[in-house]
């Protein structure tokens, strides 16, 4: 990693990660309150994360309706 963030190229990649990946993981984790898996197993476990990234795709949608008007 360390020989990554010496490169121009490999700041842009790492600091393009702030807009698209780690927003969508804080809010699943700060104002949906998900900080860990109830359930046991590959199989349940991946259920119940299907469940979290729709509720939070479902979340989204809405507040983009909503801003639409």
């Known amino acids: 990693?360390?020989?990554k963030l010496?490169?121009?190229t490999g700041r842009a990649?790492?600091?393009?990660?702030?807009q698209t990946v780690e927003?969508?993981?804080?809010i699943i984790k700060h104002v949906m309150g998900f900080r860990?898996?109830?359930?046991?197993?590959?199989a349940t476990?991946?259920?119940e994360w299907e469940l979290v990234t729709?509720?939070?795709h479902m979340k989204r949608l809405w507040n983009l309706k909503l801003a639409a008007g």
């Not at 990649?13 to 702030?18: C, D, E, G, T």
């Not at 927003?23 to 804080?26: K, L, V």
């Open 1 to 3: 990693m360390k020989a």
């Open 6 to 8: 010496e490169t121009d």
């Open 13 to 18: 990649l790492y600091a393009r990660r702030k």
């Open 23 to 26: 927003p969508a993981f804080g």
């Open 36 to 42: 860990q898996f109830l359930l046991r197993g590959t």
């Open 45 to 47: 476990v991946s259920g």
């Open 54 to 56: 729709l509720a939070y």
